[in-house]
Nanobody
């Protein structure tokens, strides 16, 4: 069992930055994938960024070059640095872990609103 707690969301103006954090209740051992997804009102949940256990990364096309996923193993925390934010980035952002063995866990989500 893994508990994931996101933080760092909020209201930001277009062009601004935010950093989301996802604190896990255990170490990253046996975690195959960790990442961020988002869901805007009326839309399907979509991939934002993924990181494998060996720190390879993958990004959704709409965020490439603007968002960066990173991890701090000592703090059991995954981050999403979001720069050059656009109104279309407005969504609830969810942290997701997929463990070796097949179990998957979601955080409760954190709201990001980009508006002037």
């Amino acid at each position: 069992q893994v508990q994931l707690v996101e933080s760092g969301g909020g209201l930001v103006q277009p062009g601004g930055s935010l950093r989301l954090s996802c604190a896990a209740s255990r170490s990253f051992i046996n975690i195959a994938l960790m990442g961020w997804y988002r869901q805007a009102p009326g839309k399907q949940r979509e991939l934002v960024a993924l990181m494998t256990g060996d720190s390879s990364t993958k990004y959704g096309d709409s965020v490439k070059g603007r968002f960066t996923i990173s991890r701090d193993n000592a703090k059991n925390t995954v981050y999403l640095q979001m720069n050059s934010l656009k109104p279309e980035d407005t969504a609830v952002y969810y942290c997701h872990f997929y463990l070796l063995g097949g179990n998957a866990y979601w955080g409760q989500g954190t709201q990001v609103t980009v508006s002037s």
